[in-house]
């Protein structure tokens, strides 16, 4: 089946660093990819997407980057802050117009004062 | 407000009981979908579908019946309960042209 591979699944980063989460994914076809932001015992958020016209993407402190060539997109977040501090999953799309999504196994990162 | 509102919030059953998931969207989105999240494993999908009366396959669908009955209500069956099936369940909705769905608050069910 389709994979999409997150590492690390635990980041501990301390307060005003960058945290860098990458994924890998299989499938050629795959057109959008979006990230979510899971606090505990809530449901998954939506907070930043890329799709694959483009290269980079950046809402305030977020920034995704997408290499096509080597099927990898990253999240980065800048100056960290403990309410960041939460799980987050990346997902791929099945390829062009399929309406489904395969999910990374999600990072869990950790922000320290 | 665009909501998609699951229902029970909890539930503890049986091996081998029955047990409806329910799931309302006020989106008026076309796809929805069932999702299970299990540590070290993700969301992976159960059932999916994109309008009233059609039902796709997920990726883990054993065990699971699924229902869209209208526009806005999907159901997840689970007619033998097995402890395997312990899991938060999450319902999710998208409009479609490979949106990001939106996510209900999720059930958490325990099979005994």
């Known amino acids: 089946g389709e994979q999409v591979e997150q590492l690390p699944s635990i980041l501990r980063v301390q307060e005003r660093s960058s945290a860098s989460i990458n994924c890998t994914y299989e499938n050629s076809a795959s057109n959008y990819f979006p990230w979510y932001k899971q606090e505990p015992g809530e449901n998954p958020k939506l907070i930043i997407d890329?799709?694959?016209?483009?290269e980079r993407k950046q809402i305030q402190g977020l920034i995704v980057l997408l290499d096509k060539k080597a099927k990898r997109f990253s999240l980065h977040i800048t100056d960290t802050q403990p309410a960041d501090s939460a799980m987050y999953f990346c997902?791929?799309?099945?390829?062009?117009?399929?309406?489904?999504?395969?999910f990374g196994k999600g990072t869990v990162l950790l922000v320290s004062p | 407000e665009a909501a998609v509102t699951q229902s029970p919030r909890n539930k503890v059953t049986v091996t081998g009981g029955n047990v409806t998931l329910s799931c309302r969207q006020t989106?008026?989105?076309?796809?929805m979908y069932w999702y299970r999240q299990d540590t070290g494993h993700g969301l992976r999908l159960i059932h999916y579908?994109?309008?009233?009366?059609?039902?796709q396959i997920g990726d883990v669908p054993d065990g699971y019946k699924a229902t869209r009955t209208t526009q806005e209500d999907f159901f997840l069956l689970l007619e033998l309960a097995s402890p395997s099936q312990t899991s938060l369940y999450f319902c999710?909705?998208?409009?479609?042209?490979?949106?990001?769905?939106?996510f209900g608050e999720g059930t958490r069910l325990s099979v005994l």
């Open positions: 997902a791929a799309s099945r390829g062009s117009g399929y309406n489904k999504l395969t």
């Open positions: 989106n008026s989105h076309n796809y």
């Open positions: 579908s994109y309008g009233a009366g059609n039902l």
């Open positions: 890329i799709r694959s016209n483009m």
């Open positions: 999710a909705t998208s409009p479609g042209n490979n949106q990001a769905p939106l």
